[in-house]
């Protein structure tokens, strides 16, 4: 029985990964929020998405749960039920004053995203768009990263979204209901013993948990604790260990300024927000990066690059090297929501290149970058390290790595063939990825044979981001353009390749009859 209660107990609390997003909010330069913008054909219909979300809530309880605090700095913040839940708190709709535009759509969203989430409520939020040209509509969403991350909100989004247009509606579900049961759950579990055996019930579970961290540091911790009573002398040491510490797996996860200094250019920050918008063709960008030597994530970085060495030439200040970052993802389950990925800090020439020179530069570095990220254990060490110090110092810390990424990425696999969202078919996504104290977040999602490009920027760092958008299309469509003459060049060399040994066997043959 004490097994199963700490198995729910555990259940009910963020990962490390996710305490850490959590609380690095408290910074609001080092927002760490997902959000996106889903366009559409038509507004959708009201009632019929409340019905869906209200049946998909019920399925996942992250989405009426709310975060309270953990025990100190050795427990992370739980997950309970909100007894107040009221979905319309997180659903609203806006209509969009004419014309309508896309621009009007992008600034509308990048605003939406500078609204802070409600902490004392579920960490998310919707808004139903309608009012754009051509009677489109569009869907807003953002979910905090604590909830889930870029691939676990592509699944959660699997509950308002339908494979046809007219789909049968969702069940009706009594959300109110599911709610208070999972209340009651809840406070009879928290009911079920005293108060004294209900402190030290969370002491040992924190202290279980703090021995089973994954770096050596927090092993050594736990028991460098555990002697704090008989040698007080021990407390600074132990905080000295945890800092140090947190500083090396910091630096592990950003670039070396010796190395690489960030971007003159873009040196500035602020917690301003601007949203541009690059589409595409997604079998022809994924055939380019074959035919150059890579793959689709390899001329997506080696497109970014090229874009950011155009953009500063035009502002007449070239640089050799940017300093960039990617999402490893480590999810291996089919789960909705949730974390499960790394940043990987990456340095590339940002120097004059071919795009066949471009792809292999990044082939190179990114191998590179991700055996290092699984030897050093990426943000899964850091977090486990970082939890257990002031909140201060992990934000100044983060904040300070943040500054020497010019530009961060994330490359989202999205559905293959058309979907629908309440009646509405879904036209494109793009995707709004944290800035989080980097010059800009460029998140691409892949949807029905397109790829878009999210260009979230910090209009302080990249002052002009209606050019650097034009940079990356224009860099994008000079790379599809040599992919597809290096194949049509391969395929020419094969054909002749072919012909050759044709006519050697033809005129073997020959010689053999003569």
């Not at 604790?225 to 090396?248: E, F, H």
């Not at 290092?372 to 110092?393: F, Y």
């Given at each position: ?22 609380s ?69 709709e ?52 604590s ?77 460098e ?24 797996a ?15 250019l873009?040196?500035?920050?602020s ?35 090229e ?108 559905a ?85 040994a ?13």
């Open positions: 029985m004490a097994t199963r209660e700490r198995e729910v107990d555990n259940a009910d609390r963020m990962s490390e990964h996710e305490a850490l997003m959590w690095i909010e408290k910074d609001p330069w080092l927002n760490p929020s997902g959000g996106s913008i889903v366009l559409l054909d038509q507004p959708v219909d009201h009632a019929r998405f409340m019905r869906q979300m209200r049946a998909g809530i019920a399925l996942t309880p992250r989405l009426y749960q709310r975060a309270v605090p953990g025990f100190g700095r050795i427990s992370t913040p739980a997950w309970v039920p909100d007894a107040e839940f009221d979905i319309n708190a997180h659903v609203r806006v209509v969009l004053p004419g014309p309508g535009t896309d621009r009007q759509l992008l600034d509308l969203a990048a605003q939406l995203y500078s609204e802070p989430l409600d902490r004392t409520r579920p960490l998310w939020r919707f808004v139903l768009i309608s009012g754009l040209e051509g009677g489109r509509g569009a869907l807003w969403a953002i979910i905090h990263h909830v889930a991350d870029g691939i676990g909100q592509l699944r959660m989004a699997e509950m308002y979204q339908d494979l046809e247009r007219d789909a049968p509606p969702a069940p009706e579900v009594d959300l109110e209901q599911v709610i208070d049961d999972a209340v009651a759950a809840h406070q009879a579990k928290e009911s079920g013993g005293n108060t004294a055996d209900s402190v030290m019930s969370t002491l040992r579970n924190s202290a279980s948990h703090l021995a089973r961290r994954q770096w050596g540091i927090g092993r050594r911790m736990a028991g604790v555990a002697l704090w009573p008989a040698d007080p002398r021990r407390i600074n040491d132990t905080v000295g260990v945890a800092v140090d510490t947190v500083k090396a910091a630096r592990q996860l950003s670039p070396s300024s010796e190395r690489s200094p960030a971007s003159p873009w040196s500035d920050r917690r301003h927000r601007h949203l541009e918008w690059v589409r595409v063709d997604v079998d022809e960008l994924k055939a380019a990066g074959k035919a150059l030597g890579g793959s689709i994530n390899d001329a997506f970085m080696a497109g970014l690059v874009a950011v060495h155009r953009y500063h030439v035009e502002h007449d200040t070239p640089i050799e090297f940017t300093n960039t970052s990617f999402v490893l993802s480590t999810r291996s389950d089919g789960k909705a929501g949730g974390n499960s990925f790394t940043p990987v800090p990456l340095t590339l020439p940002a120097g004059p290149m071919s795009p066949g020179e471009r792809v292999a530069a990044v082939v190179n570095a990114t191998a590179e970058a991700k055996d290092e990220a699984q030897r050093t254990g990426g943000m899964t060490g850091l977090s486990g390290v970082a939890n257990l110090l002031p909140i201060s110092v992990v934000t100044q810390a983060a904040r300070s790595a943040a500054h020497h990424i010019d530009f961060a990425t994330s490359n989202l696999r999205g293959p063939i058309p979907l629908y969202c309440a009646g509405a078919k879904v036209l494109a996504t793009v995707a709004m990825g944290p800035v989080a104290g980097t010059g800009a977040n460029i998140t691409a999602m892949s949807y029905d044979g397109a790829f878009d490009m999210g260009i979230f920027v910090d209009p302080e760092a990249i002052t002009d981001p209606t050019a650097f958008a034009a940079n990356v299309a224009a860099s994008f469509a000079d790379l599809i353009a040599a992919g597809s003459a290096a194949q049509q060049l391969a395929t020419n060399k094969k054909s002749a390749k072919k012909k050759s044709t006519k050697k066997t033809a005129a073997k043959k020959k010689s053999t009859t003569s």
